[in-house]
């Protein structure tokens, strides 16, 4: 069974920057693609970033030159360097691998 589980979530002032992480267990990590998302109160869960096995990258038109995404499949972990955060950036952060497994969740807030 699948399991995912983030961490590094938290409050930042604006122009400041976050490290995401996302554990994986009970799959063979590096065979799988996989993403981040987040949902804002009031708005649709999106699309922040994804990465293949093979580690190429794909990012929302929002957050490309300020996010990135990358892997360590020696720690069964992806993660998710956020530069350069906006308050809009503020939302629940959650870490994916499709189609349907989905993490708890970690609140990102940018804020002064």
């Known amino acids: 069974q699948v399991q995912l589980v983030e961490s590094g979530g938290g409050l930042v002032q604006p122009g400041g920057s976050l490290r995401l992480s996302c554990a994986a267990s009970?799959?063979?990590?590096?065979?799988?693609?996989m993403g981040w998302y987040r949902q804002a109160p009031g708005k649709q869960r999106e699309l922040v970033a994804s990465?293949?096995?093979?580690?190429?990258?794909n990012y929302a038109d929002s957050v490309k030159g300020r996010f990135t995404i990358s892997r360590d499949n020696a720690k069964n972990t992806v993660y998710l360097q956020m530069n350069s955060l906006k308050p809009e950036d503020t939302a629940v952060y959650y870490c994916?691998?499709?189609?349907?497994?989905w993490g708890q969740g970690t609140q990102v807030t940018v804020s002064s």
């Open positions: 009970g799959i063979i990590f590096r065979l799988f693609a």
């Open positions: 994916n691998m499709p189609p349907s497994s």
């Open positions: 990465i293949t096995s093979g580690g190429r990258t």
